[in-house]
């Protein structure tokens, strides 16, 4: 589906034309080697070796940066800008939490790194392969889990990086968006589903069959080998294009006005003390992966 990124969009530009323009900046396709399963209903995680009990052990974990596929619309829209706050916020919340140690050292390497992909079986970035996860009895697409374990190259730093900063667990956390798949709210509602204990509501006049933009964060914990034990991601918000958008198979992106605004104002109105939406996103990944869940906030 292509994006269309309206925030500052002015005048009658034709439409057509507009999305012929972007047309060469659709999210890159997934990695299609890997890992993939279908997750059935959230909080969206997988543990992948049940006998670990990560318990008190030391953890550490690598700065929070973007996801390959949102790494590829930098090229405009001035994306990078809008999220580069936040993710820097998201570091300095991690480090004030006290959970995990911040690596020193040499940053890990992009090349051979692990690869998480959380959404829509049929949302754009998902691997090939995601698509076989939907069944005869699904009425929307199921969200799905994909990994691509890293290479022998990056396990061998890790290796590395993990005897300097005396830890036995890494947690690689990404910013980033993906698509998530709309569901049944009441009878004639809809509404998106994004993590732990956390929902909203959709417009009644909106295609169903169409996926809703998702910011998430995205974590895996890896041991000391650099084997993957656990993955998953939360929503921070979701975005959903308007009807007649649908309709010509595009997608309004989240404007970066938004993306300022969940900086400092969107909040969870429906927990104590409305806490910023991203800071329970972060917290709750983190309480996940690790197995604490008397750290999640919901």
Known sequence: MKKLCFSKFAGMMSLVAFIALLAGSSRLNAFSSGQTDR???????????????VGKAATGYVAIGFD????????????????????????AYLDSLGWSMRLSGEPLAEKGAPYLYVGSAEGEGAPPEAAMQRN???????MVIHILK?????????GAAVQANQ????????LGFSEYPKANKGVFGK???????????????????KPVEVLQVTGMLLDREGNIVRAGAEGIAAKDSPFWVQVLEAQQAMSN??????????????????????????????AQLLAQPAWITQ
């Open 191 to 209: 509404k998106v589903v994004l993590g732990t204990g956390y929902e909203d509501g959709i417009k009644f006049l909106s295609a169903e069959d």
């Open 257 to 286: 006005e938004t993306l300022h605004k969940l900086l400092h104002e969107e909040r969870r109105e429906d927990l104590a003390g409305n806490p910023l939406k991203w800071q329970v996103a972060l917290r709750n990944l983190m």
């Open 167 to 174: 830890v036995e667990y890494v947690l690689v956390i990404k």
């Open 136 to 142: 005869e009895h699904d009425k929307f697409p199921p």
């Open 39 to 53: 997750l059935k209903k959230a909080p969206f995680y997988k543990t992948y070796n049940k006998k670990v009990v």
């Open 68 to 91: 390959a596929l949102t790494k590829s619309e930098f090229s405009y829209a001035g994306r990078e800008k809008a999220l580069q706050p936040l993710a820097t916020a998201m570091n």
């Open 150 to 158: 890293p290479s022998k190259e990056w396990r061998a730093a890790l």
